[in-house]
């Protein structure tokens, strides 16, 4: 009837750390990307010299990466929370017509990209609260993508909106030697990262994604963080979309669908898995810095840009392999040593 | 008996024509550890979920400490001190140890960082750490990934989230379903010495199992159920094996013939 196993007071003589090599393992899987990189960077500065390692190549990196990123931003949101908002570019697409219908008809550019912004979330509220009722949010959002894509073209009365000159300080003009877009990207990644990380409805937004059951259980209500996510995704797309509007100062209600695939590759080149529940940006941010500094590269040296989008799958391919490996070797070797203390009496 | 921590009287609950529980009364004391065998399709699982608020009896009455509650929902359960540790652990398997234990009752930060609702990820752990050490078990560090830990770590884990929001001295009430059915020996060893130390300090605990063994060991009385009925209920001491076996089976005549069941 009693059992005499695992002592209490032999507990806290026990250190806390995991064995150097798991720790290494998941320093691999954590890091890994940001090791990739920087691999990268050397290689480039070596092969494309001397254009390629120059700080004015590397703001222009920073800056065709930012669009990417900050789509990459939602996508991840969204992933994280456990669904994949595909309603994205027309998202993206409405909140730049509406900003731009509201400026050039006379209202204040500060308030046209604050409705923007709110509409951008309203979107993502509505994606959510569909989504909750059991339909496939997949479907949902390629629903609602049409549904944005339409009411653009509806408020642009089909053309484009050009003339919103108003807006460069978000999109070409340059602050302490970066260009805006940077800033904005840089603050939005801080934002969210800080956000997912140390706050409590980010943590229980995570962990919405991994496990609803678990959240349900432990009394809290699992679907509004659910909304949340859809809220944070249609906000960084309304983002998006005013900063492409910004780049060009135009307002185009066609919806660019190609920026789901470069976003999704970079939010997949950080390891953030399409289950959900994990994932982190500053790693979405270095993935689309990735894309962004291979095309870069290609291109000074003349390379195709075809050979670009080519190296970027396969680089998503290997990342996709080594992931793999890392986390087989790492339960290995959790395994071992969880049989190992069983003897050892280190439980 | 006054003491009772869940005392459930005359539980009847019908799923249309089926008759799942038939009359049952069963209580739990205060650092009991009450065993509830039986075969499959006895209504063990009924009358967990019960107990837990996901099913509502068709008749009879549910008392916690010695207070009729109605249980509308399992939250009511909750709030009446009940935590219930499910089969499927229902663990999020990308957070550490420390945020799944912490989930839902976080330690916010002090100072404006915490009206924003930053977490203290430091007094988390340094909470975890310390309720896991009271509870005597020792998984892995409390930053480590759940995904990253072995099954018999991750039930200690799923174990230790419904212990800690129970504990015995507000009189909490521990329901354990099948907690060692995916584990190895050297595991179940484990998990067995944490229910009988929750046991110890206070916690009234209800362990559903098909181990009879483990039953045996971890136990301080055990009810079988026979085909919704409760057919034996005693103290572990005074049984043996092959007494439970032939009521879990139905060989063995119920304790509690009834009138019409002995003519």
């Known amino acids: 009837m009693t059992v005499t196993i695992a002592a209490p007071q032999a507990v806290s003589a026990e250190k806390d750390k995991d064995p150097a090599l798991i720790r290494w393992l998941i320093f691999i899987r954590d890091r890994g990307i940001f090791v990739l990189w920087a691999v990268l960077l050397i290689a480039f500065s070596i092969w494309a010299s001397p254009y390629f390692a120059s700080l004015d190549n590397g703001i222009l990196i920073a800056n065709a990466a930012a669009l990417t990123a900050i789509f990459a931003a939602g996508i991840a949101v969204g992933i994280i929370c456990g669904a994949l908002d595909l309603s994205i570019p027309g998202t993206a697409a409405l909140a730049g017509c509406t900003c731009g219908w509201l400026i050039t008809h006379g209202t204040p550019t500060g308030l046209a990209i604050l409705v923007a912004l709110v509409l951008g979330g309203f979107v993502g509220l509505i994606n959510g609260l569909i989504s909750l009722r059991g339909f496939n949010p997949i479907i949902v959002t390629i629903g609602t993508l049409s549904v944005m894509s339409g009411a653009a073209a509806g408020i642009a009365g089909g053309y484009t909106i050009s003339g919103l000159d108003s807006l460069v300080f978000m999109g070409t003009d340059r602050f302490a030697g970066l260009p805006a877009p940077v800033w904005i990207t840089a603050a939005l990644f801080a934002l969210l990262t800080v956000f997912l990380t140390r706050t409590r409805d980010g943590i229980r937004l995570m962990a919405v994604g991994g496990n609803p059951e678990a959240v349900r259980r432990s009394g809290i209500h699992a679907d509004r963080y659910k909304v949340l996510g859809f809220v944070i995704s249609g906000f ?112 | 008996m006054a003491d009772n921590a869940l005392e459930l009287r005359n539980i009847d609950m019908h799923y249309g024509y089926v008759r799942a529980l038939d009359g049952i009364d069963i209580a739990v004391r205060q650092g009991e550890v009450l065993g509830l065998l039986g075969d499959n399709g006895a209504g063990k699982s009924t009358l967990l979920k019960v107990m837990s608020g996901a099913h509502q009896p068709t008749s009879g009455e549910i008392r916690v400490h010695g207070a009729e509650k109605t249980f509308g929902s399992p939250a009511d359960a909750t709030h009446s001190g009940i935590q219930m540790v499910y089969q499927d652990l229902a663990l999020v398997d990308a957070q550490d140890i420390a945020t799944n234990l912490n989930l839902g009752r976080e330690i916010l930060r002090r100072g404006p960082l915490g009206w924003l609702g930053f977490v203290d990820h430091k007094a988390q752990r340094r909470r975890s750490t310390a309720e896991l050490e009271k509870l005597g078990v020792r998984t892995a560090a409390v930053t480590r990934p759940v995904e990253m830990l072995s099954g018999g770590q991750r039930q200690v884990v799923a174990l230790a989230r419904g212990a800690t929001r129970v504990n015995g001295e507000q009189s909490g009430i521990l329901l354990l379903d099948e907690p060692t059915a995916a584990l190895g020996y050297e595991q179940t060893q484990q998990v067995q010495s944490l229910i009988r130390r929750l046991a110890d300090q206070g916690v009234a605990c209800v362990l ?24 034996a209920d005693i103290p572990v001491a005074e049984t043996e094996n092959d007494h439970l076996v032939g009521w879990i089976t139905g060989a063995r005549a119920s304790m509690f013939a009834t009138a019409s069941e002995a003519s």
């Open chain 2, 208 to 231: 559903v199992t098909h181990n009879l063994p483990l039953a045996m060991s971890v136990c301080d009385r055990i009810a079988v159920l026979n085909r919704g009925r409760k057919v």
């Open chain 1, 236 to 347: 960084c797309a309304a983002l998006g979309g005013l900063v492409t509007t910004a780049l060009v100062t135009e307002a185009n209600p066609a919806a660019n669908v190609s920026i789901i695939f470069n976003a999704l590759t970079a939010v997949a080149l950080a390891g953030v898995s399409l289950a959900g529940g994990r994932g982190s940006l500053p790693r979405v941010l270095v993935g689309a810095l990735i894309l962004g500094t291979i095309s870069n590269a290609l291109t000074i040296k003349g390379v195709s840009p075809y050979w670009a989008t080519a190296t970027t799958g396969l680089l998503l391919l290997g990342s996709l392999a080594l992931e793999k490996w890392v986390s087989t070797s790492v339960s290995r070797r959790l395994v071992q040593s969880a049989s190992a203390s069983v003897h050892t009496g280190t439980r």
